[in-house]
T-cell receptor, first 112, second 114 residues
Framework: EADIYQTPRYLVIGTGKKITLECSQTMGHDKMYWYQQDPGMELHLIHYSYGVNSTEKGDLSSESTVSRIRTEHFPLTLESARPSHTSQYLC???????????FGPGTRLTVT | KNQVEQSPQSLIILEGKNCTLQCNYTVSPFSNLRWYKQDTGRGPVSLTIMTFSENTKSNGRYTATLDADTKQSSLHITASQLSDSASYICVVSDRGSTLGRLYFGRGTQLTVWP
């Protein structure tokens, strides 16, 4: 099983609050990713990083921001949560020519 | 447009039975195809990964096949167990980007009944 961790696993928060979803991996992978997944739907890439100080937006527009100050850490921040942000957020890391990605357990976010 | 389509959307089978899940894709240029298993409330876990030159790959009771000419893949599960109940996601990677962009299907929700 991959060593990639996400906290919190579940979060219920009120509209307008600032939140940070944590993601860390101990595999030394350069590439890290954030995906958003609604029930019964496919994963959508919202952010990715090639390495330290590198961040890019993914395919799905998101109001969240990310940072990559350390290789192992890739937090996602929402400055002002809204009900439309309710979703599951999955973090992944990977490297190598096969582009294998290892997923964390996810954070289920509910904004009331 | 790069797409991955899976069928059926959901499937219910009895414990011990076999089943086959389908995946069609239009991703080009193709790099590899993988099948993930995602338990409810968890992140996806890789089952198999196949490159262009591979036709079949097994992982225990899971056997994946790939036809790169018709751009189709299948995942066959033999002697199903209750723990096989999960969403099975087909994911295709393109060869054109250094990012290793992944294209995800919506998954087949498999339920195994005792």
């Amino acid at each position: 099983e991959a060593d990639i961790y996400q906290t919190p696993r579940y979060l219920v928060i009120g509209t307008g609050k600032k939140i940070t979803l944590e993601c860390s991996q101990t595999m030394g992978h350069d590439k890290m990713y954030w995906y958003q997944q609604d029930p019964g739907m496919e994963l959508h890439l919202i952010h990715y990083s090639y390495g330290v100080n590198s961040t890019e937006k993914g395919d799905l527009s998101s109001e969240s921001t990310v940072s990559r100050i350390r290789t192992e850490h890739f937090p996602l921040t929402l400055e002002s949560a809204r009900p439309s942000h309710t979703s599951q957020y999955l973090c992944a890391s990977g490297e190598g020519r096969t582009y294998e990605q290892y997923f964390g357990p996810g954070t289920r976010l509910t904004v009331t | 447009k790069n797409q991955v389509e899976q069928s059926p959307q959901s499937l219910i089978i009895l414990e011990g039975k076999n089943c086959t899940l389908q995946c069609n894709y239009t991703v080009s240029p193709f790099s590899n195809l993988r099948w993930y298993k995602q338990d409810t409330g968890r992140g996806p876990v890789s089952l198999t990964i196949m490159t262009f030159s591979e036709n079949t790959k097994s992982n225990g009771r899971y056997t994946a096949t790939l036809d790169a000419d018709t751009k189709q893949s299948s995942l066959h599960i033999t002697a199903s167990q209750l723990s096989d109940s999960a969403s099975y996601i087909c994911v295709v990677s393109d060869r054109g980007s250094t990012l290793g962009r992944l294209y995800f299907g919506r998954g087949t929700q498999l339920t195994v009944w005792p």
